[in-house]
């Protein structure tokens, strides 16, 4: 089994900076795409940004500037660097993992538990 567990929310003011972490463990044979996706209330869960193996990057247009992903393949960690926060980046970010098990027959996404990062104005 494999399991993401998330870290680093909090509450920031508008123009401030936060770091998310996210550790992948378990029984992982490898991870292919990992990313950061967030829920606002009463909004559909939106992808931000993810992450190729090779290091290839995808943004959401909203966070494009303001926001970094990074990887460490040899720990299994997935950040994301949020610099410039608004108020509408309040919301819960999910860690996600397109992973491998060392007992399963393909890839499958697993997702954290989420962690709330509040921006207030």
């Known amino acids: 089994q494999v399991q993401l567990v998330e870290s680093g929310g909090g509450l920031v003011q508008a123009g401030g900076s936060l770091r998310l972490s996210c550790a992948a463990s378990g029984s992982i044979f490898s991870i292919a795409v990992m990313g950061w996706y967030r829920q606002a209330p009463g909004k559909q869960r939106e992808l931000v940004a993810t992450i190729t193996r090779g290091g290839g990057t995808n943004y959401a247009d909203s966070v494009k500037g303001r926001f970094t992903i990074s990887r460490d393949n040899a720990k299994n960690m997935v950040d994301l660097q949020m610099n410039s926060l608004k108020p509408e980046d309040t919301a819960v970010y999910y860690c996600?993992?397109?992973?491998?098990?060392?007992?399963?027959?393909?890839?499958?996404?697993?997702w954290g538990q989420g962690t709330l990062v509040t921006v207030s104005s």
């Open positions: 996600n993992a397109d992973a491998l098990g060392t007992t399963w027959a393909a890839y499958r996404q697993v």
